[in-house]
């Protein structure tokens, strides 16, 4: 597919997106890393898992999909390494899972759901469900002028001030980085990304739904307080289950708001 | 596509990559994050830049692509970042350019070249083109059992003995992270991963190219040397073009090694 080139071309982009942001939401797609996180909305959505799969031939990648109301959802989860076992967390995984289910399903809206961890300091408790107002990641350091700024990578979700309002549904920064626990440097770096809860997913499916320009929106219910005494990999094991049903109730309160409204209604 | 789910199906598959193997290669794919680290190698294959994009609308990924001997090559690029304006480096933009370009290109063979750090007292000089025997992350940090070995994601690189042997080429394990710089953990995990060099996209290359089970190899010319005494980001700027051009005789060593032959004869 050739991009437009020519002025007019872009103008009907233009104004294409501009009806999309008017027009109801007709596909929403959760994209999830962790199979725990997902079950309970699988199950909610009463979706299937699809037989044959939208997704190259060998990657461990999981669909499920059906009908809630107005809306066709799909659920997508990076699924099981294929040679450990364990979910493909991440963000190499959930970048490419973003990218390739953009491909295949056009969703008009990405939610990506799942657990973090949250500082108490900025007002995050065990069991709180966050959205995301922007993500950034803490791991990417490039002391090179502006070079840094791109490993920084900060952006802002998808604005969703009603919703946000409605559900009254508490708002703060995510910062994303590829290891459960942090080191000094990244402590620096989701200080300075003002960051209330810290996640290894986040900005990486925000910079794939933004290279192919596709609203995306961040929640994040916290199983571990990064700031307490507890070690992180004890306590995000002891919650999992018990927030991932918090998760759970807030993505259908926030899927019940979006059915009949267009994005930029949100 | 649905994968093969039946033992005929999976041996035809196993047949038909056993015949890949013993074909002679004829599609050759360079995945670079650098454009100054591309350039010499575009003019040295005389590679064209694609005017209508196999990629989607809005990506900043850049494919060259030409007749060289008997190989198809392409070389890729991440590209510029929409907003910043810089090489969109690191293991989220590689892995996205891997996955999709190997779904444009349908390449027999990956080559990632690039500039790397590299460690001395392990053996490596500035200018030194390394062969990667085995690539992991080094910033992934998952203290959970069989989640950390995931973290890790090591992996070995596509075997070429009778290339390293004939080509003479230095070779070691590549560690990769998303910083340019390594923090105590990093160099700790760098350590355990026993590598030479050190880059920020090789793992995740192997990553992508692993899931959809294309054979990848790993060039990586030494920019600076980590365990010296001058500052990584100083030192890597100022060997950049230069320890390009070795990267680039290495490349083409490489390419004029590949052509006529199948992957089982590397």
Redesign the interface.
């Known amino acids: 597919?050739?991009?437009?080139h020519d002025d007019k071309a872009a103008a009907a982009a233009e104004v294409n997106d501009e009806s999309t942001a008017k027009r109801p939401i007709s596909n929403v797609l959760f994209i999830i890393a962790m199979q725990t996180e997902a079950s309970p909305l699988v199950n909610k959505f009463q979706l299937v898992e699809e037989?044959?799969?939208v997704f190259?031939?060998?990657?461990p990648w999981v669909r499920y999909y059906g009908k809630y109301k107005d809306l066709n959802i799909n659920i997508v989860c990076p699924g099981k390494?294929k040679i450990?076992?364990?979910d493909?967390?991440?963000?190499?995984?959930a970048?490419?899972l973003t990218?390739?289910s953009i491909?295949a399903l056009q969703p008009d809206l990405i939610i990506n759901a799942g657990t973090a961890g949250g500082f108490k300091a900025k007002g995050a408790s065990i069991g709180d469900v966050f959205l995301a107002s922007d993500v950034a990641?803490h791991?990417?350091?490039?002391?090179?002028p502006?070079?840094d700024?791109?490993?920084v990578g900060s952006r802002q979700a998808f604005p969703t001030p009603n919703l946000a309002k409605e559900l009254n549904l508490k708002v703060g920064k995510l910062s994303t980085g590829?290891?459960?626990?942090m080191?000094?440097?990244d402590e620096a770096a989701i200080v300075a990304n003002d960051a209330t809860v810290k996640d290894m997913e986040g900005a990486?499916v925000a910079?794939?739904a933004d290279?192919?320009?596709v609203p995306a929106i961040f929640l994040k219910a916290v199983t571990d307080i990064i700031d307490g005494d507890k070690p992180t990999?004890e306590e995000f094991?002891q919650n999992l289950a018990a927030v991932a049903a918090a998760l759970d109730l807030a993505a259908t309160q926030v899927v019940d708001f979006i059915n009949g409204k267009s994005c930029s209604e949100l």
């Not at 597919?1 to 437009?4: F, L, Q, R, T, Y």
């Not at 493909?88 to 995984?93: L, M, N, Q, W």
């Open positions: 597919m050739a991009p437009p037989p044959e799969s190259p031939k060998g990657v390494d450990l076992g364990v493909s967390v991440g963000t190499v995984s970048s490419l990218y390739a491909q990641f791991d990417r350091r490039i002391p090179i502006v070079f700024l791109y490993g590829d290891s459960l626990d080191c000094a440097q990486a910079y794939a290279l192919l320009e990999a094991l």
